[in-house]
């Protein structure tokens, strides 16, 4: 069974950078969509990037669109990276990476995805 796990640094200033992996054991993500939610206090899980694991297609949030940008680590089969550009103090939430096989309209459904890491807290604040 697949099992993910999320890390990055977990504070940044507004207007920086982190970056967040989402490495797998038991598997390899390389045949499955790959995709990065968040949930902030008090609000629902959102969407926020996906992978297509056929083609390597990128979806983003609206809100994240030209800041994110998700990825395959080509040197490491078994890991996604999320590279946060710009971080906003919206941002904030705990990050969560999901793996599954979904067809595009339910690319930022997160009933479409099989497996979960445990999230990641991002906080940016000044």
């Known amino acids: 069974q697949l099992q993910l796990v999320d890390a990055g640094r977990d504070l940044a200033r507004p207007g920086a950078s982190l970056t967040l992996s989402c490495a797998a054991s038991?598997?390899?993500?390389?045949?499955?969509?790959v995709a990065w939610f968040r949930q902030a206090p008090v609000e629902e899980l959102s969407f926020v990037a996906a992978?297509?694991?056929?083609?390597?297609?990128?979806?983003y949030a609206d809100s994240v669109k030209g800041r994110f940008s998700i990825a395959r680590n080509r040197a490491n089969s078994a890991a996604v990276h999320l590279q946060m550009n710009s971080l906003q103090p919206e941002d904030t939430a705990v990050y969560y990476c999901?793996?599954?096989?979904?067809?595009?309209?339910?690319?930022?459904?997160?009933?479409?995805?099989?497996?979960w890491g445990q999230g990641t807290q991002v906080t940016v604040s000044s």
């Open positions: 999901a793996a599954g096989r979904p067809i595009t309209s339910t690319i930022a459904t997160p009933g479409a995805y099989y497996y």
């Open positions: 038991g598997g390899t993500v390389n045949s499955y969509g």
């Open positions: 992978i297509r694991w056929n083609n390597g297609a990128t979806y």
